[in-house]
């Protein structure tokens, strides 16, 4: 049995993955940058770490959190942490972007500013319902299957899925980045932290020490009740549930 003193807060619950990675920015941009290609050197310099708390419309908009934006010149970076990744997940995520990416026209008269920016949804996916291991998915022709726009790009990782691989035993060729971060998030113990990151060779020794200095200083500083609002979420996600079951309902009528 792992010492408890071992066992860590997994990064996969939003509440870790903020308050650790936004005192470890040079690590997140490292994460941004083996994920998307966006250069480190430009994320190091300029890169900031926007409010995660989108706007409110109106009085009776409903209150719309992000898990994390990063503005780097003409690049809007979302990432989220999905508990269940669902019909609506893409869509919602999605809308969270586009929310940004237009309160940032919004007072723009020259069209040539909405081809100014790219816009960046990294999405970490806990659960089954991913059908891959993870991807990148963006604007196509269908016609002649060339990229229509470099506008959009959206990586999707499955936490769990990533994890398996990176211990799956028969996987002999270099294991990709991508993988070894997604795998990163569902460690348990301070114990596998360190492997991943090792068998990954994703961080510089010194990046490591930070990581896991942050995550002993945060771990224990929140109990499992908060760290994740578990009965809005369900709520949500029941009501989604009943709407489709509805629709669907009605259509079949």
């Not at 619950?13 to 994460?31: E, G």
């Not at 991913?130 to 963006?138: A, G, L």
């Not at 994890?163 to 113990?189: D, Q």
Request: with cysteine; charged share 30%; proline share 0%.
């Amino acid at each position: 049995m792992v010492d408890q003193e071992f066992k860590i807060m997994k990064l996969c619950y939003d509440v870790a993955f903020k308050s650790i990675f936004i005192n470890c920015t040079s690590i997140l941009y490292q994460m941004i940058s083996d994920i998307t290609g966006i250069s480190i050197n430009e994320l190091n310099k300029d890169a900031i770490i926007f409010n995660s708390e989108l706007e409110i419309k109106h009085v009776k908009s409903k209150r719309m959190l992000s898990d994390l934006i990063i503005l780097c010149n003409n690049k809007i970076i979302n990432i989220e942490i999905n508990k269940s990744y669902q019909s609506w997940t893409y869509n919602r995520n999605i809308s969270y972007l586009c929310n940004i990416y237009s309160s940032l026209l919004r007072k723009t008269n020259n069209y040539n500013k909405f081809t100014r920016y790219e816009l960046y949804q990294i999405n970490f996916n806990i659960g089954k319902n991913t059908p891959f291991t993870y991807s990148k998915d963006m604007i196509i022709d269908t016609k002649t299957s060339k990229i229509a726009t470099n506008f959009l790009r959206i990586y999707n990782i499955n936490i769990d899925k990533c994890y398996k691989v990176l211990y799956n035993e028969e996987k002999k060729k270099k294991l990709s980045k991508i993988v070894s971060w997604g795998a990163l998030f569902n460690a348990s113990t301070i114990y596998e932290v360190k492997e991943i990151i090792k068998k990954g060779e994703i961080l510089m020794f010194d990046s490591q020490e930070e990581l896991i200095k942050e995550i002993k200083k945060k771990n224990g500083m929140f109990t499992l009740e908060n760290l994740w609002d578990y009965e809005a979420e369900e709520i949500r996600i029941q009501n989604t549930l009943k709407e489709e079951a509805y629709e669907k309902g009605m259509k079949k009528g």
